[in-house]
Every structure is written in structure tokens, then in C-alpha cells.
């Protein structure tokens, strides 16, 4: 059993790692993982050239680490938010239920 389980951990690991390996950056791209906000910059850019933004940031990070920073801050508040919202209809669920099956008890 246990060269099973050794054999399982590399088949995991040969196929997290393999594909990354396999996969190169596109000739004249920035990264391989680009963001679309980017890609999205660059294609209005050369649609229309003259076209100007209708607004400006409110708040320009200082570097792309903080920038990362925020994004990841923004996203687990957001799941916080979810998770929190999701224990709490699940906790009223079943404590209707609960109440529910304690009135059919007591009924009997």
C-alpha cells in the first residue's frame, strides 16, 4: 500500500509540474500570465489610438506588489462576506428544522 500512495503523490506532482514546464512565454509578450486589463489596454489602443479614458483611478498603488496586496485583501473579505452569509442561512436552516421537528415531538 504504501508504494501506492508514493506513486499517487508523483503522479500529482508529475502532472502540477509538468504542464508549467511544457508551456512557454509567447515571443514579444511580458509574462506568460498576463493580466487582461493589459491585453484589454493594448487592443483599444490599437483600435482607436486617439481614444482618451472617461476617468481617472481614484487611488494608484504604488507598485504592483501592493497592488497584488489589495487584490488578495479585496478577495477575502469577499469570501469572509460569503462564507459568513452562507453559515448563517445554513445555521438558521437547520435550527427551523430543529424547532420544527420539536413541535412534531411534542404534538405526539
Known amino acids: 500500500m504504501k508504494l501506492r500512495s508514493w506513486l499517487m ?3 500529482i506532482v508529475l502532472l502540477t509540474v509538468l504542464p508549467l514546464c511544457l ?3 509567447a515571443p514579444g509578450s511580458e509574462g506568460l500570465f498576463g493580466g487582461s486589463d ?3 489596454q493594448q487592443a483599444i ?3 482607436a489610438p486617439h481614444y482618451k479614458p472617461w476617468f ?3 487611488f494608484a498603488p504604488a507598485s504592483s506588489e501592493i497592488a497584488s496586496l ?3 485583501l479585496q478577495a477575502a473579505i469577499g469570501a469572509g462576506v460569503i462564507g459568513y452569509w452562507l453559515g448563517l442561512s445554513v445555521a438558521r436552516e437547520r435550527a427551523r428544522n430543529g424547532d ?3 413541535r412534531d415531538q411534542r404534538a405526539d
Open 38 to 40: 493589459d491585453r484589454a
Open 70 to 72: 489589495l487584490f488578495a
Open 100 to 102: 420544527a421537528a420539536a
Open 9 to 11: 503523490w508523483a503522479a
Open 45 to 47: 489602443g490599437s483600435l
Open 56 to 58: 481617472a483611478p481614484v
Open 23 to 25: 508551456i512557454s512565454a
